[in-house]
């Protein structure tokens, strides 16, 4: 299982970026996505998430300007980021809780959290 992020880029304050994640490989199925972020020298952050049933939760100072959503069919996740701040500057990571496919049994394992190498989103001032 694999996660491609994509969809960082530098921007001036008051700007937008929409940032996409793809699940690949031997999915059976994707429950919840999240989008995190870090900056140098401290802890990741949890922004936004959303769940199989497309319940979202997000960070206060996330919340109202951005939105997270998803594509079941493509194994999507997307963060629409606007209104961006200087203080959104940071590497964005995606999570998602996957069921893949076992290879020695070709049934569903268990789910397991996997990563994304993330995208880095810089916001000018």
């Known amino acids: 299982v694999q996660l491609q992020a994509s969809g960082g880029g530098l921007v001036h304050t008051g700007g937008s970026l929409r940032l996409s994640c793809a699940v690949s490989?031997?999915?059976?199925?994707?429950?919840?996505m999240a989008w995190y972020r870090q900056v140098p020298g401290k802890q990741r952050e949890l922004v936004a998430s959303?769940?199989?049933?497309?319940?979202?939760s997000y960070v206060d100072s996330a919340r109202g300007r951005f939105t997270i959503s998803r594509h079941n069919a493509m194994n999507t996740v997307f963060l629409q980021m606007n209104s961006l701040k200087p203080d959104d500057t940071a590497h964005y990571y995606c999570?998602?809780?996957?069921?893949?496919?076992?290879?020695?049994?070709?049934?569903?394992?268990?789910?397991?959290?996997?990563w994304g190498q993330g995208t880095q989103v810089t916001v000018s001032s």
């Open positions: 959303i769940t199989g049933r497309d319940i979202t």
């Open positions: 490989g031997s999915v059976f199925e994707v429950n919840d």
């Open positions: 999570n998602a809780q996957v069921r893949s496919i076992d290879p020695t049994t070709s049934r569903p394992g268990p789910a397991r959290f996997y």
